[in-house]
Nanobody, 123 residues
């Protein structure tokens, strides 16, 4: 059974930090890219960040570069998104997803999705 389970969301003041986790099972985690997407009410889903498999190369949306950092611990089958200097416009449901291709941050590439975790940033 394939599962991706997000955790770590919550309410934080602007300028604060949160660290999200994505725990995976049921597929060869080491060979998959893991990405974070987010969706705010009334807006399209957008890619936030990805991290590739064994080489752990990363990519970020322009809106979060310099503020968010992805990492992964393959032994724990877990990926992380550290978010700093949070802004109200970061408020959204954050989803993690897994992709075998390692080609980038395009949602149609991703095979498996979690249920999401809410991040709310107050001003």
């Amino acid at each position: 059974e394939v599962q991706l389970v997000e955790s770590g969301g919550g309410l934080v003041q602007a300028g604060g930090s949160l660290k999200l986790s994505c725990a995976a099972s049921g597929f060869p985690f080491d060979d998959y890219a893991i990405a974070w997407f987010r969706q705010a009410p009334g807006k399209d889903r957008e890619g936030v960040s990805f991290i590739n498999g064994r080489d752990a190369t990363t990519g970020y949306a322009d809106s979060v570069k310099g503020r968010f950092t992805m990492s992964r611990e393959n032994a724990k089958k877990t990926a992380y998104l550290e978010m700093n200097a949070l802004k109200p416009e970061d408020t959204a449901i954050y989803y993690c997803a897994a992709d075998a291709s390692g080609l980038g941050l395009l949602d149609r590439l991703y095979d498996y999705w979690g249920q999401g975790t809410q991040v709310t940033v107050s001003s």
